[in-house]
């Protein structure tokens, strides 16, 4: 057994803006460390997945910069990938190859050694083992939110950026979020974009965004 | 989770298989190619006839073929993945450079089962002179090289543009007359029997040119 790695995740003077339209993420100041899971709640438009974007090397923020750094070693956003997992409802994947096909690709992409195996796993934790040879193209809402979450568990990324994980999800989706964000929060850190009671209520830490909600046109 | 070694290899590698897989499974772009060339070709020489004596005209049409089966596929590399929303999925997976030489090997795989079939098919209906094969397929190869280069560069930048599809033809234009004016220009030569070093070494330059221009490019192209 490895131990888990020290994960610390910041921000600093952190600001977007979509060209006029400010967002909540506005000269954040922040850092978080591992093991735990933070809850990064605030009204819809106030910038939680610009926040998310920006700290997995999507977005280049306005102004201010972000660090991840694990075990001390800091990862430039281009390079982040390889140490987090991102859950976003943005996240679409190849609906002409199977669930199974789908992660085998990714884990091919990101290098990891037994692709098979590590898809065919992380499809059994979201709990579609049993469908993992369907087309994406039947699967409903629902099943391609757990595929997400399969998605980002592939690599056992140190740090898991969750964009609202419940959505769509069904009572047993939910469990296998809780059970996710319960696992991950032992062994390193879990970001968490949310407003539902129940998700907020997984993580002890909480980051609030006081944008005004729909982004500010100020 | 362990890792391979070399993982950029293996990164453009399965995303090359990646593109190769879908490709076959949609037949999205080769079905359209090749039969964009077969309808063309066959549609040239019932009008015109097999014209051996006119190797000047001979290479404007194997161009002509070549290039408009390829672009009406080509383009769509990067399009398709924005418009089903997959290229997010890379982004998480593959740096954008990465994305882009596996693309770019994809283009280039893809030129080539085009050619395998529109040029033997271009041979024996347009009742072309017998090639001086090494000449021939040097700058076939070169032009292929320079064609995928270009449409990669060209599908990667207008990837994320509103109007994709009329800016991959406007955008495209002034990057593939090159190509074209030295594939024709080359091709005609060999079949007069002169020199293609000429045009060899302007589509060689122009591919290196394209490729390093590329690599510059590829990593800034997708930052929001």
Redesign the interface.
């Known amino acids: 057994m490895t131990a888990a790695p020290a994960v610390r995740v910041g921000g600093s003077k952190l600001t977007h803006r979509y060209g006029r339209r400010a967002t909540g993420v506005s000269e954040l100041e922040f850092e978080f460390g591992s093991p735990g899971a933070v809850a990064v709640t605030g009204p819809n438009g106030s910038g939680k997945s610009t926040l998310l974007r920006i700290l997995a090397g999507l977005l280049r923020p306005t102004a201010g910069s972000t660090t991840v750094s694990v075990d001390g070693r800091d990862h430039r956003p281009a390079d982040r990938r390889d140490v987090l997992g991102f859950v976003t409802p943005e996240l679409s994947f190849y609906e002409e190859f199977t669930a199974t096909e789908n992660l085998v690709f990714a884990a091919e992409a990101r290098g990891l050694e037994a692709p098979a195996h590590a898809a065919s796993a992380a499809l059994a934790r979201v709990g579609l083992g049993t469908r993992a040879g369907d087309r994406v193209a039947v699967y409903s809402s629902g099943m391609k939110q757990r595929l997400r979450l399969a998605f980002a568990l592939l690599h056992e990324p140190p740090v898991l950026l969750l964009d609202e994980p419940g959505s769509h999800l069904d009572e047993a989706g939910r469990e296998a979020v809780r059970d996710v964000v319960s696992q991950q929060s032992a062994r390193g850190l879990v970001l968490l974009a949310t407003n539902d009671p129940e998700e907020i209520q997984l993580a002890a830490r909480r980051l609030e965004l006081h944008g005004h909600g729909l982004g500010d046109p100020a | 989770?362990?890792?391979?070694a070399?993982?950029s290899t293996?990164?453009v590698?399965?995303?090359l298989?990646?593109e190769c897989?879908?490709e076959w499974?949609?037949r999205y772009g080769l079905n359209a190619a090749v039969l964009f060339a077969v309808t063309s070709l066959t549609a040239v020489t019932f009008a015109a006839g097999r014209m051996p004596d006119r190797p000047d005209l001979l290479s404007a049409l194997l161009w002509i073929t070549l290039l408009f089966a390829a672009l009406s596929s080509m383009s769509h590399s990067f399009v398709r993945e924005m418009e089903?929303?997959?290229l997010?999925?890379?982004?998480?997976?593959?740096?954008p450079t990465?994305i882009a030489l596996g693309k770019l090997l994809f283009n280039l795989l893809f030129l080539v089962i085009v050619e395998v079939v529109t040029v033997p098919l271009f041979l024996l209906l347009t009742g072309a002179p017998p090639l001086r094969m090494a000449q021939f397929l040097l700058i076939l190869g070169l032009g292929t090289l320079s064609l995928a280069a270009s449409s990669t560069l060209v599908g990667a930048v207008i990837a994320q543009t509103r109007s994709r599809g009329a800016l991959f033809a406007g955008v495209s234009l002034p990057l593939l007359l090159p190509v074209l004016a030295s594939g024709v220009s080359g091709t005609r030569a060999q079949w007069d029997g002169m020199p293609v070093d000429g045009d060899a070494r302007l589509l060689a330059a122009y591919a290196v040119a394209l490729f390093g221009v590329s690599l510059l490019l590829y990593?800034h192209l997708w930052?929001?």
């Not at chain 2, 989770?1 to 391979?4: D, I, L, S």
């Not at chain 2, 997010?88 to 740096?95: C, E, N, P, Q, T």
Request: net charge positive; hydrophobic share 40%; glycine share 0%.
């Open positions: 989770m362990p890792r391979a070399s993982s293996a990164t590698w399965a995303i298989r990646k897989r879908s499974r949609t089903s929303r997959t997010l999925l890379m982004r998480l997976v593959a740096s990465e990593d930052e929001d």
